[in-house]
């Protein structure tokens, strides 16, 4: 069965950084999009950052210019690595693999930016 395992999560002041690291196993997901989502207390996931096969990326306005996401294939893994931190960052970040047919979330990972 697909698993993913997000790591990396924590506790930093504001214009810190860190690297989210998301490892998926029980398949292979190289021609899938993988994403990462956020969730704040009280708020609707929204979505941070995406990337496609090909390596094409989106990402939120909000993070633009602060996060960069990424993915090695070789390792079914995705990052996303987040610069300038804010403490409007502070969520729950989940990464999501979207293949058919309802997709895959990870079990999420606590950021906390203080001020």
């Known amino acids: 069965q697909v698993q993913l395992v997000e790591s990396g999560g924590g506790l930093v002041q504001a214009g810190g950084s860190l690297r989210l690291s998301c490892a998926a196993s029980?398949?292979?997901?190289?021609?899938?999009?993988l994403a990462w989502h956020r969730q704040a207390p009280g708020k609707e996931r929204e979505l941070v950052a995406s990337?496609?096969?090909?390596?094409?990326?989106n990402y939120a306005d909000s993070v633009k210019g602060r996060f960069t996401i990424s993915r090695d294939n070789g390792k079914n893994t995705v990052y996303l690595q987040m610069n300038s931190l804010k403490p409007e960052d502070t969520a729950v970040y989940f990464c999501?693999?979207?293949?058919?047919?309802?997709?895959?979330w990870g079990q999420g990972t606590q950021v906390t930016v203080s001020s």
């Open positions: 999501n693999l979207r293949q058919l047919p309802s997709g895959y």
């Open positions: 029980g398949g292979t997901f190289s021609f899938y999009t």
């Open positions: 990337i496609t096969y090909g390596g094409g990326t």
